[in-house]
Structures are given as structure tokens and as C-alpha cells.
């Protein structure tokens, strides 16, 4: 186990329907990213948070917003859900460092019907 | 075109057997390279990190030509537990850590 954790496992919303996913990362990492991953693809990074700071974001609307907090569990947030929204959301965390190992939590997987 | 590319696959292989999976990149300022493991329904495990100069693990042999922008990974007498989707990932230098994923290979090793 990596000592990431998500929740929850498993959600469904309803299209245009706000949905909040959580991550704790693991103990001393402080840098967190998040992945959707879409069935048959791999994952796709959305962004990561730093020092509860955005540092660095992939090709997603604004619809798609986080937050870190102090302790470094963070938070995605995906306002006016869309069916292709439905994927695995995977989180990571890592030391701060360009070299270090990403470990994934087990995912939160969002079903948009 | 996709930054990482792969064989979707699946390559179903019989026990004891070798096989081989390809990865190609198109970020010339790509640093790093990966390859993962994915099981079922389940979170990306760091398989092996790929240097030029080549590197082993047991069973499983990565290697990266950085001239080509190609990386392969090997995986010798194939066991029931290599069944998995394997995920080729390329990170930038300086890119914020972020990771880019290949599409992955599934593989199936029969008995």
C-alpha cells in the first residue's frame, strides 16, 4: 500500500451536477497531482498542488478547480458534469523534487449519467 | 498525435514465454521514462524507471534509444501474475513532476 487515500471509491452524479473527490497524500509528501483516466486510456494529468498552490496544469477546462490544504490532502472539484467526465480520478503524491516517485491512492471512480 | 504512443494490444502469450512491448515519444525535451503496471481496476504501480545505458529487474529489461524517441520493455519467462496493463510515462525535466502516460499495452499470459 502507498499510504495515499482517496474518497470515495465509487460516486454518480447526474449530468450538470457539481462532484468534490478527496486525496490524503502520504505521510511527508506535500506535492499532490491529479490524473483522470478515461476506460482504455491512461491517465491524463489535470494539475498539482505545491504548497497548497496550483504548480502546473494539463489541457482541462476551468470546470475542473482543486485545492490543497495545510496538510497537504487535497481536493478536486468538477463543476457542470459532463458524460465524458465519467473516468477513474487518480491522485499522487510525491516529494517536491523533479526526481521523485509519484504514488497513486487506489482512485475514485465517477460514473456522469 | 499522442505525446507517448503504444500498442493497445492485447498480447495473449503462454506461460514461459518472452515478450517484448514498444513505446514511442514525441517531447524531444523529455527526460525521464517509465514504464508502470496497471492491474484491473486498479491504481498505476511504478514498474521500472529506463535509461539509455539500459536496465534490468529479474525478468523485466527496459531499454531507451533516445535517438530513435523509443523505449521497450521485456519481460522474459512470462508468469500468470505479469497480467497487466503495462503503461509507458515520459516526464520533462522541470515539468512540475508532471507525468505523461502512453495509452498502456494489456497483456495476457495463458497457461
Known amino acids: 500500500e502507498t499510504g495515499v487515500t482517496q474518497s470515495p471509491t465509487h460516486l454518480i452524479k447526474t449530468r450538470g451536477q457539481q462532484v468534490t473527490l478527496r486525496c490524503s497524500s502520504q505521510?511527508?509528501?506535500?506535492?499532490v497531482s491529479w490524473y483522470q483516466q478515461a476506460l482504455g486510456q491512461g491517465p491524463q494529468f489535470i494539475f498539482q498542488?505545491?504548497?497548497?498552490?496550483?504548480?502546473g496544469r494539463g489541457n482541462f477546462p476551468p470546470r475542473f478547480s482543486g485545492l490543497q490544504f495545510p496538510n497537504y490532502s487535497s481536493e478536486l472539484n468538477v463543476n457542470a458534469l459532463e458524460l465524458d467526465d465519467s473516468a477513474l480520478y487518480l491522485c499522487?503524491?510525491?516529494?517536491?523534487?523533479?526526481?521523485?516517485?509519484?504514488?497513486f491512492g487506489p482512485g475514485t471512480r465517477l460514473t456522469v449519467l | 498525435r499522442k505525446e507517448v504512443e503504444q500498442d493497445p494490444g492485447p498480447f495473449n502469450v503462454p506461460e514461459g514465454a518472452t515478450v517484448a512491448f514498444n513505446c514511442t515519444y514525441s517531447?524531444?525535451?523529455?527526460?525521464?521514462f517509465f514504464w508502470y503496471r496497471q492491474d484491473c481496476r486498479k491504481e498505476p504501480k511504478l514498474l521500472m524507471s529506463?535509461?539509455?545505458s539500459g536496465n534490468e529487474d529479474g525478468r523485466f529489461t527496459a531499454q531507451l534509444n533516445r535517438a530513435s524517441q523509443y523505449i521497450s520493455l521485456l519481460i522474459r519467462d512470462s508468469k500468470l501474475s505479469d497480467s497487466a496493463t503495462y503503461l509507458c510515462?515520459?516526464?520533462?525535466?522541470?515539468?512540475?513532476?508532471?507525468?505523461?502516460f502512453g495509452t498502456g499495452t494489456q497483456l495476457k499470459v495463458e497457461l
Open positions: 499522487a503524491s510525491s516529494l517536491p523534487f523533479d526526481g521523485s516517485e509519484q504514488f
Open positions: 505521510s511527508g509528501h506535500n506535492t
Open positions: 498542488y505545491y504548497r497548497e498552490e496550483e504548480n
Open positions: 517531447n524531444s525535451a523529455s527526460q525521464s
Open positions: 529506463v535509461y539509455s
Open positions: 510515462v515520459a516526464r520533462l525535466t522541470g515539468g512540475g513532476n508532471k507525468l505523461t
